[in-house]
C-alpha cells in the first residue's frame, strides 16, 4: 500500500484542478509559445538530456539577473501568466523560473508540520515525536531517495528505517507547489492529520537543503510536445505496460473518449498537466486539508476541554496566530473552519435551552478565538474587500441564537462575541491618547474578552520584531525558548524629527491599558482573566529591552499615572472596587528603579493600596472633591481571586523591602505602607520571614535595618492573631523569638517584658520564656552573666504571671521556669495549689504531681495526687482509661510514703475508681511490699507487710469485691455467646480477690449460686460456670 495515493490518480481521471490546470498546443504551423521544438531537449541529448543538475554558486558569487528575476517571478507571478504576457519563453528562463518556484524556507516547512512547541519542561521529548523533527531525522539518515522535479511537481521516496518489531517500509511521495507555496500533498502513508508527515517534510527538505542533487525537467507537456506521433504511441504503450493493472481501464476510457467526436473531453482545448503549475485565478495558499481541520476540532470540542484537548485546541490557537505573523492566507482560513466547528457546538443549544453558563474552560476558548478575529479584522495588511467579507461573516455567525455572548459586566445588554469586533477597530484610536484613559462605565481594557491591549501591543511590537533567516534547525533549536528581538522602527517614516517609534508606542499602550482604573467585574471567571490577561501582557512587556527611547517612554507614562486623576489606577484617589495595581506596580518598580529610584518608589508606594478590604474613609473615595461616583450598586463585594490579588501585593512589598535594603527611611516608609494596607497576617509572616532571610545572608554580615524591620512586622503578626485562630500560630511565635534572637538581648527582654500584647500565656511560657533562657540562646548571644540574670529575672516575672492568669496551663511551666530561685518557686507551687480546687484537671495535677517528685518534693507530689484523685472518676468498663497509670503511680508513692499516706489515699481511690481490675491490681501492690520504704527523713518503717483484714486495706479488698460483684452482673446484662470465654477468665480473677479474706471461698460460692439462680436461662453460658467452678 506504499504506492496507494498514486494508484487512486491513476485508476480515474481526476477533474482539472489548480494544480491541474489546462495546457493547449498550437497546430503544426504556429510558433511554439514556449520556445523552439529543439530548445526544450536541452541540446543533443534531446529529452533524455533536459535533466538539469544544479550546481550551487561560487562562494560569494552574486546572483546573476536571470536568477534574481526568476525568483521575484516565480514567487509573485503563476506561470500561466508568464505564458500569455511572453510569446516566447527560453527554455533556460523555464527552468529557472521552475526551480525557483518551490518553496525556500524550512520555517514555512516548519509551520505547516507542527504544532508551535517552545521550550520547557518535557518540550525536548513532545518535540521529538513532531513530523518536522521526523523529517529532519529521515532526511539525515539517507531514507530519502529518487527524487525528480518534473515543472511544479516534485516526487521521490522516502524509506522508514526497520526497527525491532517493524521492518523496513517506502513511501512514495509527490509535492505540487506554485509561487513558493506547496499547494497539495500525496504520502503513501496515508497521513491524516492537519500537518504534512514527516516523509513529505524529508522530500521538501531534501529539496531545499540538496538542490543540487535532484533531476530538474520541464513540465510534461513540454516533452510531450515535442514528440512524433511514433514516439507519443511509444510513450504511452510503455506506460499502460509499465502499469497495466492500474491504468488498462482508464486509459481504455480516455481512448473511447477522444475517438468520440461528440465527446466532453473534445469539447475542451487543450488537456490538464499536474507539473505546469497553477492557473492565474487559482488562489496562492499553502496546503491545508480542510476536512481534517474540521474533524480535529469537532474532536477536542466533543471532549469538553478536558483529556488534553483543550491544550490542542489552544496549540491550534497558536498555529494561527504564527499563520498570522507570516501573513499567511491560511490564518484567516484555518480560523474559519475552527469557528464554524465552534459555532456548531451542541452544547451551545443545550446551554441556551437550560439557561446555564458555559464552562470556564469553554469561554477560555471563545475569548482566543475572539481575540484572534479582532487581530485579523485589525490586520493593515489585510485588504478593504477581505475585511467587508470577514465582517459579514461574523455578522452571519452573529444572527444565529446559538452565538454566545461576552463574559463580565460589558453594559447592560451584553453583546455577543461577533457584535462587538468592528467596535474594538473604533477604540484603537483612543488607546493611542496620552495620558487619558476612562472608566465611564465597567469595561476594562485588559481582561476583556476580545483583549484589544493585548491585540493593539502585538500589532505593534510584530512591526519591530527582527526577521531572522530560518535556515537549517537544528535538533536543539526546538527545545530554546529564545525571547523575540526588537529594533526600533520609526512612526513617520523619514521624518529624522520624530521621536517615537512603533515599539515605544506599544509600550504606552501597554502602560496605558495596565493602569487604566477599572472596577473589578463580576464572577469567577471574568476576574480570573483579568489576572490572567494582566500576567500575559506584563510577562510580554518584559520581554523588551529598555534602551533610553523606551526608559523616557516608561518615565513619562508613569508620571502621567500618577497624576491621572481618577481615570488612573495609580491615581490619588482611586474606586473601592477598582482592580489593584500591585502587579503592574511591580513590573514598573523593578524596570524604573536603576534609572530614577524616587519615582519608582513613589509609584509602589501609591499601588500598595486594597481599597476593597479598607473603609470608604481610608480609601479616600469620598473625601476629596474629584471623587468617583460608584456605578454598581453599594454592597460588598464577591472578589473571588482576592487571595491571589492580596499575594500580589505581598510581593510588591518584598520587591520593595529588597531594594531598600540598608536604607532606613525608606524602610521605615515601606514598613508604615505595609503595617496600613496589608490586612492579611499570614502574608505579613511572609514578608516578616522574606525580610530576615535577606538581612540575614549566609556569605555576608547582617543588615540591622532589614532585621529590625523584620522583627516589627512579626510582632505586628503576633498582635493580629493573638485573639484569633491561626494553624500557623505556633510556627509565627517560634519564628519571632529567633528574629527577636537574633536582634539582640533587648529585644528579647522587650518582648517578655510586653509578652501580654503578643503572647498567649501558654506560648509565652512553654515557648518564648522557656527559649530565651535556653542554652542555646546564651551561648549563640554570648551573654555576660548580668545579662543571664536579667533575661532569667524577667522569664520567672512573666512564668508567675501567666501561671496567675492560667495555672491550668502555665502551672508547671512556671515551676520549670523558677526552679532556681526559691521564693519564685514557691510562689509558682502555691499558685498550683490554690488552682487545684479550681478549674485544674486530674491529668494536669497528675503532671505537676509527678514533676514535683521527681523534683524531690515527695510530700508536695503525694498533696497534689490526692487532689488529683478527687477530681477522677473511673467507671467499672473502664479499663483502658489513660488516667489509670497516675492512679497506679499515686497509690505506689503513698504505698512509699507509708501507712498513714496510704490510709489517707485509699477513701480516695474507692471513691474514684469503680473498675475491679484497676482496685484489684492495686490491692495486689500494696500486699507485696511493706509501707513507708521511700526514706523519709525522720520517719521509720516497720517493715512489716500490710494484711488486707486491717484497715487501710480491708476497706480496699470490700470495694474491689463490690466492683467485681457489680461489673458481673453489668456484664451479663448485654452478653454474647462469643464474650463467653472471656467472662469466664474475669470470674478467675474475681475469684483471686474473694479468696483474699479468710472466709472468702464461702463468698465466692455464694456469688456463683446466685449467677446460676438469676441467669438460669443462659444455660449455655451456666454450664460452662459449672464446669470451671462447680
Known amino acids: 500500500m506504499a504506492d496507494g495515493g498514486e494508484r487512486e490518480e491513476l485508476l480515474s481521471p481526476s477533474p482539472v484542478s489548480p494544480a491541474k490546470r489546462l495546457c493547449s498546443w498550437p497546430s503544426p504551423q504556429a510558433h511554439h509559445p514556449r520556445g523552439s521544438p529543439g530548445a526544450a531537449g536541452g541540446g543533443a541529448g534531446g529529452v533524455g538530456s533536459s535533466c538539469l543538475v544544479l550546481g550551487a554558486r561560487p562562494h560569494l558569487q552574486p546572483e546573476s539577473l536571470l536568477d534574481c528575476a526568476a525568483k521575484t517571478v516565480a514567487e509573485k507571478w503563476a506561470y500561466e501568466r508568464v505564458e500569455e504576457r511572453f510569446e516566447r519563453i527560453p527554455e533556460p528562463v523555464q527552468r529557472r523560473i521552475v526551480y525557483w518556484s518551490f518553496p525556500r524556507n524550512e520555517r514555512e516547512i516548519c509551520m505547516y508540520s507542527s504544532f508551535q512547541y517552545r521550550g520547557g519542561p518535557g518540550a525536548g521529548a513532545a518535540g521529538g515525536g513532531l513530523p518536522f523533527r521526523r523529517g529532519i531525522r529521515l532526511l539525515d539518515s539517507g531514507s530519502v531517495e529518487n527524487v525528480l522535479q518534473v515543472g511544479f511537481h516534485l516526487s521521490g521516496t522516502v524509506t522508514e528505517l526497520a526497527t525491532t518489531s517493524e521492518p523496513a517500509v517506502t513511501y512514495k511521495v509527490a509535492i505540487s507547489f506554485d509561487r513558493c507555496k506547496i499547494t497539495s500533498v500525496t504520502c503513501g502513508c496515508g497521513n491524516k492529520d492537519i500537518f504534512y508527515c514527516a516523509h513529505v517534510v524529508a522530500l521538501s527538505l531534501y529539496r531545499i537543503r540538496k538542490p543540487e542533487q535532484v533531476k530538474l525537467r520541464l513540465p510534461i507537456s513540454e516533452t510531450l510536445f515535442q514528440m512524433n506521433r511514433d514516439q507519443l504511441q511509444k510513450f504511452i504503450q510503455y506506460l499502460i505496460t509499465a502499469h497495466h493493472t492500474e491504468v488498462l481501464p482508464t486509459a481504455q476510457k480516455l481512448a473511447d473518449e477522444i475517438l468520440s467526436s461528440n465527446s466532453e473531453i473534445n469539447q475542451v482545448n487543450g488537456a490538464p498537466d499536474p507539473t505546469a503549475g497553477a492557473s492565474i485565478d487559482d488562489e496562492n495558499c499553502w496546503h491545508l486539508d480542510e476536512e481534517q481541520v474540521k474533524e480535529q476540532v469537532k474532536l477536542f470540542l466533543s471532549q469538553g476541554g478536558y483529556c488534553g484537548s483543550g491544550k490542542q485546541l489552544n496549540s491550534m490557537f497558536a498555529k ?320 473571588f481571586t482576592l487571595g491571589h490579588l492580596e499575594s500580589q501585593q505581598c510581593e510588591l512589598a518584598s520587591t520593595m523591602l529588597t531594594a531598600a535594603k540598608g536604607d532606613t527611611l525608606r524602610l521605615r516608609t515601606i514598613l508604615e505602607a505595609i503595617q496600613k494596607h496589608i490586612h492579611s497576617s499570614s502574608l505579613i509572616f511572609k514578608l516578616a520571614q522574606d525580610a530576615f532571610k535577606i538581612a540575614t545572608p549566609t556569605d555576608s554580615s ?238 521509720r518503717s516497720s517493715g512489716k507487710l500490710m494484711s488486707t483484714d486491717k484497715a487501710p486495706l480491708r476497706q480496699l479488698l470490700d470495694a474491689t469485691i463490690n466492683a467485681y460483684i457489680n461489673t458481673t452482673h453489668s456484664r451479663l446484662t448485654h452478653i454474647s455467646p462469643r464474650h463467653y470465654g472471656e467472662f469466664i477468665e474475669f470470674l478467675s480473677k474475681a475469684r483471686e480477690t474473694f479468696l483474699l479474706p479468710q472466709d472468702g471461698h464461702l463468698q465466692f460460692a455464694q456469688f456463683i449460686d446466685n449467677l446460676k439462680q438469676i441467669y438460669k436461662g443462659k444455660k449455655k453460658l451456666m454450664l460452662l460456670v459449672r464446669e470451671r467452678f462447680g
Open 702 to 939: 547582617t543588615d540591622s535595618t532589614l532585621l529590625n524591620v523584620a522583627l516589627e512586622l512579626g510582632l505586628q503578626v503576633m498582635r493580629m492573631t493573638l485573639s484569633t485562630l491561626n494553624w500557623r500560630r505556633r510556627e509565627m511565635v517560634r519564628w519571632l523569638v529567633t528574629c527577636a534572637t537574633e536582634v539582640g538581648v533587648r529585644a528579647l527582654v522587650s518582648i517578655l517584658q510586653s509578652w501580654y500584647t503578643l503572647f498567649t500565656p501558654t506560648e509565652a511560657t512553654s515557648i518564648v520564656a522557656a527559649t530565651a533562657v535556653s542554652h542555646t540562646t546564651i551561648l549563640r548571644l554570648s551573654l555576660d552573666y548580668p545579662q543571664r540574670e536579667e533575661l532569667a529575672s524577667c522569664a520567672r516575672t512573666l512564668a508567675l504571671q501567666c501561671a496567675m492568669k492560667d495555672p491550668q496551663s502555665c502551672a508547671l511551666s512556671a515551676l520549670t521556669l523558677c526552679e532556681k530561685d526559691h521564693i519564685a518557686f514557691e510562689a509558682a507551687y502555691q499558685i498550683a495549689i490554690d488552682a487545684a480546687a479550681g478549674g485544674m484537671t486530674h491529668s494536669q495535677l497528675f503532671t505537676i504531681a509527678r514533676y514535683m517528685e521527681l523534683r524531690g518534693y515527695p510530700l508536695r507530689a503525694f498533696k497534689l495526687a490526692s487532689l488529683a484523685m478527687s477530681h477522677l472518676n473511673l467507671a467499672y468498663n473502664q479499663d483502658t482509661h489513660p488516667a489509670i497509670n497516675d492512679v497506679l503511680w499515686a497509690c505506689a508513692l503513698s504505698h512509699s510514703l507509708g501507712k498513714n499516706e496510704l490510709a489517707a489515699l485509699i477513701p480516695l481511690v474507692v471513691k474514684s475508681v469503680h473498675c475491679a481490675t484497676v482496685l484489684s491490681d492495686i490491692l495486689r501492690r500494696c500486699t507485696v511490699t511493706a509501707p513507708g520504704l521511700a526514706g523519709i527523713p525522720g520517719r
Open 320 to 639: 494561527v496566530r504564527e499563520m498570522l505573523r507570516m501573513r499567511d492566507s491560511n490564518g484567516a482560513r484555518m480560523l474559519t473552519l475552527i469557528t464554524e466547528q465552534f459555532m456548531a457546538d451542541p452544547r451551545l443549544t443545550l446551554w441556551r435551552q437550560q439557561g446555564t453558563n458555559m464552562t470556564d474552560k469553554c469561554r477560555q476558548l471563545w475569548d482566543e478565538l475572539g481575540a484572534l478575529w479582532v487581530c485579523i479584522i485589525l490586520n493593515p495588511h489585510c485588504k478593504l474587500e477581505e475585511k467587508s467579507c470577514w465582517l459579514q461573516q461574523l455578522q452571519k455567525w452573529n444572527d444565529l441564537d446559538v452565538c454566545p455572548l461576552e463574559d463580565g459586566n460589558y453594559g447592560h445588554e451584553l453583546p455577543n462575541i461577533t457584535n462587538a469586533l468592528p467596535q474594538s477597530a473604533i477604540h484603537s484610536p483612543e488607546l493611542l491618547q496620552r495620558g487619558t484613559t476612562t472608566i465611564t462605565n465597567l469595561e476594562g481594557w485588559v481582561g476583556h474578552p476580545l483583549d484589544p491591549i493585548g491585540c493593539l501591543f502585538l500589532t505593534l511590537t510584530e512591526a519591530c520584531r527582527l526577521s531572522k533567516e530560518f535556515g537549517a534547525l537544528l535538533p536543539s533549536d526546538m527545545n530554546e525558548s529564545r525571547p523575540p528581538v526588537y529594533q526600533h522602527v520609526p512612526v513617520a517614516a523619514g521624518s529624522p524629527n520624530s521621536s517615537e517609534s512603533y515599539l515605544s508606542l506599544a509600550l504606552e499602550v501597554a502602560l496605558m491599558g495596565l493602569g487604566q482604573q477599572r472596577v473589578m467585574p463580576e464572577g469567577l471567571y471574568a476576574q480570573d482573566k483579568v489576572c490572567r490577561n494582566e500576567e500575559q501582557l506584563l510577562s510580554q512587556l518584559q520581554e523588551l529591552q529598555l534602551d533610553d527611547e523606551l526608559v523616557q517612554t516608561l518615565q513619562k507614562q508613569c508620571i502621567l499615572l500618577l497624576e491621572g486623576g481618577p481615570f488612573s489606577g495609580l491615581g490619588e484617589v482611586i474606586h473601592r472596587e477598582s482592580v489593584p495595581m500591585h502587579t503592574f506596580a511591580k513590573y514598573l518598580f523593578s524596570a524604573l528603579l536603576p534609572h530614577d529610584p524616587e519615582l519608582s518608589y513613589k509609584l509602589a508606594l501609591r499601588a500598595m493600596r486594597l481599597p476593597v478590604l479598607e473603609n470608604s474613609a481610608s480609601a479616600g473615595d469620598t473625601s476629596h472633591p474629584h471623587h468617583m461616583v460608584s456605578v454598581v450598586p453599594s454592597r460588598y463585594p464577591r472578589w
